[in-house]
């Protein structure tokens, strides 16, 4: 298989992809860990030398070669991965599904977790589970342990207001350049 690709890391990516699918043996299909490190370590220069370019068509020989012997053993493992995840996907989908429903009865709308719930059939959703916000703490100390009177905070409002590039002439003027501008329309 020959990749052309304009961008080098869409044919590594592809190259990996499809070396993978068949040299997929793993850890426990071997008698010792500097087994499978010398597997690793071959599959590795393989694809380093598919994605070089360097003797494709003798990689590509030793490629079709292992898919023949081992055929059985790759629809094993890739049989054992789409399993596996399989059994993740269904542990990741969290707890049964919730009903909306106030009054009690069977009748409602089914939901997953984190989902949205119409308020009435057809309605606009609305978000289920929502915990509480925090509430911002204002009046009582800050983070440094100070308390904070009236002057402090209005010192401190003045200064983010022209940090943000907020004046009281820039505003008047804004007020006045509108109004006459409404009259002239």
């Given at each position: 298989?020959v990749v052309s690709s304009i961008n080098p890391h869409n044919k590594e990516?592809?190259?990996?992809?499809?070396?993978?699918?068949?040299?997929?043996?793993?850890?426990?299909?071997?008698?010792?860990?500097?087994?499978?490190?010398?597997?690793?370590?071959?599959?590795?220069?393989?694809?380093?030398?598919?994605?070089?370019?360097?003797?494709?068509?003798?990689?590509?020989?030793?490629?079709?070669?292992?898919?023949?012997?081992?055929?059985?053993?790759i629809l094993i493992n890739q049989a054992r991965k789409a399993e596996e995840l399989a059994l993740a996907m269904a542990a990741s989908k969290g707890p049964?599904?919730?009903?909306?429903?106030?009054?009690?009865?069977?009748?409602?709308?089914?939901?997953?977790?984190?989902?949205?719930?119409?308020?009435?059939?057809?309605?606009?959703?609305?978000?289920?589970?929502?915990?509480?916000?925090?509430?911002?703490?204002?009046?009582?100390?800050?983070?440094?342990?100070?308390?904070?009177?009236?002057?402090?905070?209005?010192?401190?409002?003045?200064?983010?207001?022209?940090?943000?590039?907020?004046?009281?002439?820039?505003?008047?003027?804004?007020?006045?350049?509108?109004?006459?501008?409404?009259?002239?329309?």
């Amino acid at each position: 298989m020959v990749v052309s690709s304009i961008n080098p890391h869409n044919k590594e990516i592809m190259v990996r992809r499809r070396i993978a699918s068949i040299f997929n043996k793993r850890e426990d299909d071997f008698s010792s860990l500097k087994e499978y490190n010398d597997y690793l370590e071959e599959v590795e220069d393989m694809i380093f030398n598919l994605v070089a370019g360097d003797d494709v068509a003798a990689f590509e020989e030793k490629i079709a070669e292992y898919q023949k012997e081992n055929a059985d053993l790759i629809l094993i493992n890739q049989a054992r991965k789409a399993e596996e995840l399989a059994l993740a996907m269904a542990a990741s989908k969290g707890p049964p599904a919730q009903t909306d429903n106030t009054d009690g009865s069977t009748q409602g709308i089914s939901v997953e977790a984190g989902q949205y719930a119409p308020t009435v059939v057809g309605g606009q959703p609305r978000p289920i589970g929502i915990a509480l916000q925090p509430m911002p703490l204002r009046g009582g100390p800050d983070m440094h342990g100070y308390l904070e009177d009236e002057e402090t905070t209005r010192i401190q409002t003045e200064r983010a207001s022209r940090a943000a590039g907020w004046s009281i002439e820039f505003s008047k003027k804004r007020a006045f350049e509108e109004a006459f501008a409404s009259l002239c329309v």
